[in-house]
T-cell receptor, first 116, second 113 residues
Framework: GAGVSQSPSNKVTEKGKDVELRCDPI?????LYWYRQRLGQGLEFLIY????????KSGLPSDRFSAERTGESVSTLTIQRTQQEDSAVYLC??????????????FGAGSRLTVL | DAKTTQPNSMESNEEEPVHLPCNHS???????IHWYRQLPSQGPEYVIH???SNVNNRMASLAIAEDRKSSTLILHRATLRDAAVYYC??????????????FGQGTILTVHP
């Protein structure tokens, strides 16, 4: 597609349930990123995938959070045993990998997660 | 990580130019200066980036100080649609994860009719 697609756009769940958020990056973009944005706050980096390299998981807040990516395509962010503090917009971005700081990220519209 | 400092908020009138400043005194030689903006209820959107020279595109201009310790995003004629949070970000420090961007609080731009 023309842009980064995320689903679902909105998810309401009960505390303790598991949720999966999906990201379809732009075709040809080898790098994929997940960020979290709590209400009224800035973006927090969660995880970064680059081709077949080991992902940079340094931003994952706890072991309840995990993410996978199949090749250079779809990624899934999974949150287990959700807590109310997990309520946020989860943003996915993708970019070409050009080996310098000139790479530009294209963001999706985000998945809004509400944990009751 | 090299950090940036921006004013919390700025205001402008429609059709006037807007100059959004950013300080990045600890910038390294390989860091590119990027600007993104986030409109209400949307994901961030790329605006412009540069390394050393001033840059222009259809959205904005980027003026980079000669010592690269500061930069200014210039919107030549603000419109109501430019009201957003503007983020100044350094990308590319130390040859590590390019694109692992660190977003600060940004500058909230309000545009008055």
């Amino acid at each position: 597609g023309a842009g980064v697609s995320q689903s679902p756009s909105n998810k309401v769940t009960e505390k303790g349930k598991d949720v999966e958020l999906r990201c379809d990056p732009i075709s040809g973009h080898t790098a994929l990123y997940w960020y979290r944005q709590r209400l009224g706050q800035g973006l927090e980096f969660l995880i970064y995938f680059q081709g077949n390299s080991a992902p940079d998981k340094s931003g994952l807040p706890s072991d309840r959070f995990s993410a996978e990516r199949t090749g250079e395509s779809v990624s899934t962010l999974t949150i287990q045993r959700t807590q109310q503090e997990d309520s946020a917009v989860y943003l996915c971005a993708s970019s070409r990998s050009i080996g310098s700081g000139a790479n530009v990220l294209t963001f999706g519209a985000g998945s809004r997660l509400t944990v009751l | 990580d090299a950090k940036t400092t921006q004013p919390n908020s700025m205001e402008s009138n429609e059709e006037e130019p807007v100059h959004l400043p950013c300080n990045h005194s600890t910038i390294s030689g390989t860091d590119y200066i990027h600007w993104y903006r986030q409109l209400p209820s949307q994901g961030p959107e790329y605006v412009i980036h540069g390394l050393t020279s001033n840059v222009n595109n259809r959205m904005a201009s980027l003026a980079i100080a000669e010592d690269r310790k500061s930069s200014t995003l210039i919107l030549h004629r603000a419109t109501l649609r430019d009201a957003a949070v503007y983020y100044c970000i350094l990308n590319g420090a130390g040859g590590t994860s390019y694109g692992k961007l660190t977003f600060g609080q940004g500058t909230i731009l309000t545009v008055h009719p």
